[in-house]
């Protein structure tokens, strides 16, 4: 699992950097490609740690890759807010600052109301020891992207 993580943070890492920094006119075409790749190897990885049986899987897979559709909207509009920060990077006022922050805590919101969401309708076609090790990998998962989207982001000026 650890090697799992450690691969995953590597293959993050190299995307989140260049879609942070890419300036290109399909930027939003880039992100959305990441996105996609991520929740592949999420995908793969989560399955991997998991251990189910095959029903197990059947019920599984349909809940997960609906969680991973309303993830993929989160993610964009976590993208947004890092190209709103970068678009007002060196000369942040403060009325830009209110609006970032107050997307960055609705996003966060967002987030956890979406894994409680889905908790719960997993809870419903697995053992609960099964859906809380997802829980644990999600939120492994999602700590290794936030680190490096923190990473590529500098201090407010």
Not at 65 to 71: A, K, P, S, V, W
Not at 136 to 157: G, H, T
């Given at each position: 699992?650890?090697?799992?993580?450690?691969?995953?943070?590597?293959?993050?890492?190299?995307?989140?950097?260049?879609?942070?920094?890419?300036?290109?006119?399909?930027?939003?075409?880039?992100?959305?490609?990441?996105?996609?790749?991520?929740?592949?190897?999420?995908?793969?990885?989560?399955?991997?740690?998991?251990?189910?049986?095959?029903?197990?899987?059947?019920?599984?897979?349909?809940?997960?890759?609906?969680?991973?559709?309303?993830?993929?909207?989160?993610?964009?509009?976590?993208?947004?807010?890092?190209?709103?920060?970068?678009?007002?990077?060196?000369?942040?006022?403060?009325?830009?600052a209110k609006d970032i922050m107050k997307d960055f805590f609705k996003l966060r919101d967002d987030r956890n109301a979406v894994l409680e969401k889905y908790s719960k309708r997993m809870q419903k076609a697995l053992p609960p020891t099964k859906v809380l090790q997802w829980l644990?990998?999600?939120?492994?998962?999602?700590?290794?992207?936030?680190?490096?989207?923190?990473?590529?982001?500098?201090?407010?000026?």
């Open positions: 699992m650890k090697k799992i993580l450690i691969a995953f943070a590597a293959v993050a890492a190299l995307g989140a950097t260049e879609a942070t920094l890419a300036q290109t006119t399909n930027a939003r075409d880039d992100t959305e490609l990441l996105i996609s790749q991520i929740q592949t190897d999420k995908r793969a990885i989560v399955l991997s740690t998991l251990q189910l049986t095959d029903p197990q899987v059947q019920a599984f897979t349909p809940i997960y890759d609906e969680y991973q559709r309303e993830m993929k909207d989160l993610m964009t509009r976590g993208s947004e807010i890092i190209n709103k920060f970068a678009a007002n990077y060196g000369a942040m006022t403060d009325d830009a644990q990998v999600e939120n492994k998962l999602n700590a290794l992207l936030d680190v490096e989207a923190a990473a590529s982001i500098p201090i407010s000026r």
